[in-house]
């Protein structure tokens, strides 16, 4: 079965400052990757996906990923952030599991953007 | 916009009541599921269905049962409620294909079992 793995619980940066969430994937075939984020008191909502088209995916509110298959990983960044960016992140890969699809959540990381 | 609806908010239960939570949704998406929030544990899921009166177990499954009668609204049952059941409950919906489909999610039911 296939995993993901979010380095950090908590990431803090200050504003205007690089964001860069860390998720490590297992997997013997190629994956389908995605990023959600959810604000508080929210569900969640689709930030970007990799579906093997593009190695470098951008996604909403000036966030990317670049899928590395040689490093297992699709970490997600954003040059500059915002107060607005603080919020809960969550990294996914889509596995089959006895013929059906289903997603599998990394265990999320806390982002805390400081003034 | 899709809409993914969630019966409520918050909702305090005792020890051994049958819960039922509900989920809408509004964009005749096929596939539905029902997920459980834990806090360190990320999302975890219990059902999900791909078809009207259809459904499949996920990864904890055990303690639940859901029902699938209409496309656009897919229920969890709690049978009898324990307090290791305390939790955030998400909803979503995706339209055909999981694998690569977006998955739309509710805002959450926050479950506390007295």
């Known amino acids: 079965a296939q995993s993901v793995t979010q380095l950090g619980s908590h990431v803090s940066v200050s504003e205007g400052a690089l964001v860069l969430l860390r998720c490590n994937y297992s997997?013997?075939?190629?994956?389908?990757l995605f990023w959600y984020v959810q604000y508080p008191n929210q569900g969640l909502q689709l930030l970007l996906k990799y579906t093997s088209a593009a190695t470098l995916v951008k996604g909403i509110n000036g966030f990317e990923a670049e899928f590395k298959k040689s490093e297992t990983s699709f970490h997600l960044t954003k040059p500059s952030a915002h107060m607005s960016d603080a919020a809960e992140y969550f990294c996914a890969v889509s596995d089959r599991v006895q013929g059906t699809y289903k997603y599998i959540f990394g265990t999320g990381t806390r982002l805390k953007v400081l003034a | 916009d899709v809409k993914v609806t969630q019966s409520s908010r918050y909702l305090v239960k005792r020890t051994g009541e049958k819960v039922f939570l509900e989920c809408v949704q509004d964009?005749?998406?096929?596939?539905m599921f029902w997920y459980r929030q834990d806090p360190g544990l990320g999302l975890r899921l219990i059902y999900f269905?791909?078809?009207?009166?259809?459904?499949e177990k996920g990864d904890i499954p055990e303690g639940y049962s859901v029902s699938r009668e209409k496309k656009e609204r897919f229920s969890l049952i709690l049978e009898s409620a324990s307090t290791n059941q305390t939790s955030m409950y998400l909803c979503?919906?995706?339209?055909?294909?999981?694998?690569?489909?977006?998955?739309?999610f509710g805002p959450g039911t926050r479950l506390t079992v007295l």
């Open positions: 997997s013997s075939v190629p994956p389908y």
């Open positions: 979503a919906s995706s339209p055909g294909q999981v694998e690569t489909d977006t998955q739309y």
């Open positions: 964009m005749d998406h096929e596939n």
């Open positions: 269905s791909y078809d009207v009166k259809m459904k």
